[in-house]
T-cell receptor, first 115, second 115 residues
């Protein structure tokens, strides 16, 4: 596709429910990243995929957060048993090869609100 | 540990004024990369520029210019003759060679250009 796409664009859920956020990277990009943007924490890194493997998932805030990538393309970020503090904008980015310092291109984000 | 500081939380100018957004970074790596992204009200992060640590040459792109100074660990961004469409949040970001591919973002500067 022309750019990184994410779905849904908005998600409202109740505390304790599970949610899945989807990211479709730029075609041909082997690296994919998830970030979270919240009022209190700014923009923070969550996880990085190179192909289908995640060499760096050190930013995941708790074991309620997990992510997977299949076919070297689409990625899903799953949050189990959501809490109110999970409310944020979840941003996905992709880059061509995932090498250090490579430019990352971002999608429009998913706005998650946990009631 | 890497860190990016954007001390200016909000800046308000009148159209056609010049404005400089400050960015100060901290890193122990000798090879690193600096970025600026623009986040308009729509929410998507738009890539503006990437510099590596070995290239201190300043860059100009239309009304935008960037001043990279390793001696002061700064990578400032100037918009000349600002326009209302420049209104956005601007983020400075750092990627270390040893830190893998993750980006560390500053807190962002909200720029408002008034007509």
């Amino acid at each position: 596709g022309a750019g990184v796409s994410q779905s849904p664009s908005n998600k409202v859920t109740e505390k304790g429910k599970d949610v899945e956020l989807r990211c479709d990277p730029i075609s041909g990009h082997t690296a994919l990243y998830w970030y979270r943007q919240s009022l209190g924490q700014g923009l923070e890194f969550l996880i990085y995929f190179q192909g289908n493997s995640a060499p760096d998932k050190s930013g995941l805030p708790s074991d309620r957060f997990s992510a997977e990538r299949t076919g070297g393309s689409v990625s899903t970020l799953t949050i189990q048993r959501t809490q109110q503090e999970d409310s944020a904008v979840y941003l996905c980015a992709s880059s061509l090869a995932g090498t250090s310092g490579e430019t990352q291109y971002f999608g429009p984000g998913t706005r998650l609100l946990v009631l | 540990a890497q860190k990016v500081t954007q001390a200016q939380t909000e800046i308000s100018v009148v159209e056609k004024e010049d404005v400089t957004l400050d960015c100060v970074y901290e890193t122990r790596d000798t090879t690193y990369y600096l970025f600026w992204y623009k986040q308009p009200p729509s929410g998507e992060l738009v890539f503006l520029i990437r510099r590596n640590s070995f290239d201190e040459q300043n860059e100009i792109s239309g009304r935008y210019s960037w001043n990279f100074q390793k001696s002061t660990s700064s990578f400032n961004f100037t918009i000349t003759a600002s326009q209302v469409v420049d209104s956005a949040v601007y983020f400075c970001a750092l990627s270390e060679r040893r830190g893998g591919s993750r980006l560390t973002f500053g807190e962002g500067t909200q720029l408002t250009v008034n007509p």
